[in-house]
């Protein structure tokens, strides 16, 4: 379910270029749609030429009907657990879609999990299809690639696997065993926890340079400058990244999965929370502190949640459109991926705006030239200026 979305799509065409005969079942059909015409929905390295191969060679078909499954010997299941406003997560869509799926899954089939999890759902599930009195082995096996470079990684990276069975572990590894480098074999709540820790500990490594970053630019001092300095030949700073937005559909949310698991006592999470979400906040008080922005024109330079993407899924760049717009800004966005009725092109933005913020270090602007009146705000110390 969901075959069609970041996650799925790029499995299903590696699926399909190792020999596996692959039905993408999903509800959006406009995406599958797109993909039968052998055009990526999203931005996905080498995903068109892949997609045009494996369409050529007929192991790849599309349906959003739930019986299209049937006689299929695993069914990979891409969605994951949401967490609600109250940050808790919510398991119900995930339950509602395996109950439509059951009638059309064969007897002794294999069900694996590919999308992130709260600790303790592989279980539930698990005592859900005994409960139906299904003949189902599940397997959880998350992925854990870059967007964007999902079809490179899935073959580079070592693959976690669990399973509620010997069944299901050797079955699951030996799907996985032919398209990665590696599999990695773990119980599941090993596994739960694995894919929601790596996101967790990336998070907090981006809040905590997050606050380095408010904390020394408060100080009156350039933060990439010191940065850089700190790190010349100095090895153990290497891994500090630079500050900048942090977001997206994992990065929040598989924190605050472990937040609402650990019963709101992973303070670190938490914390982690405020400062990165606090970020957009912080630029436009710095801005506020010195000057009044009511009807100026500020421009925001990329609405993506991360370079080089087209995905705006809870991207930061949206929460400093709305503070800016609050503060009495007239706010201009651009975005050489992101299409919408709200971005402009990138000249007009330049040409219009006496602020520009910058978003996303999309590398189109790493050579930028800005007008020598434009005041630029760079969290991510990208352009050069």
Known sequence: MGGAGHVGAPLALVLARKGHRVV??????????????????????????????????????????PESISGAQSVILTLGTPIDEFHNPVTSPLINCINVLLPHIRKG??????????????????????????????????????QGRAIEEIAKLPQIISGSSDRAVKAARRIFSGITSKVVVMSLREAEYAKLICNAYRYIQFAATNQLY???????????????????????????????????????????????????????????????????????SRILSKEKIINRKVGILGMAFKAQSDDIRQSLSYKLKKVLEFAGAKVLCSDPYVKGSDIVPLRELIKRASIIIVGVPHRQYR???????????DPWGFLRQ
């Not at 700073?237 to 900048?244: I, L, N, T, W």
């Not at 050579?367 to 705000?377: A, T, V």
């Open 24 to 65: 993408i079942h999903d509800i959006n059909c406009a995406s599958m749609e797109k993909m039968a015409r052998g055009t990526m929905p999203f931005l996905e390295k080498d995903g068109t030429s892949l997609l045009r191969r494996v369409l050529k060679s007929g192991r790849l078909e599309f349906s959003d009907r």
């Open 109 to 146: 089939g294999l069900m694996i999990l590919r999308s992130t999890v709260a600790p303790g759902t592989t279980a539930v599930l698990e005592r859900h299809l005994r409960r139906s009195r299904r003949d189902v082995h599940l397997a959880f096996c998350p992925e854990r690639v870059v």
């Open 214 to 284: 408010m904390m020394v630019e408060s100080a009156g001092i350039n933060y990439h400058r010191l940065l850089a300095g700190m790190k010349n030949g100095y090895a153990r700073m290497a891994s500090v990244p630079r500050a900048g937005f942090a977001a997206g559909p994992c990065l929040m949310k598989d924190t605050m999965q472990l937040f609402a698991f650990e019963k709101h006592n992973f303070v670190l999470g938490q914390i982690a929370m405020n400062i990165n979400e606090g970020l957009p906040e912080f630029l436009v």
């Open 367 to 377: 050579l930028l030239k800005m007008p020598p009146d434009i005041q630029i705000i």
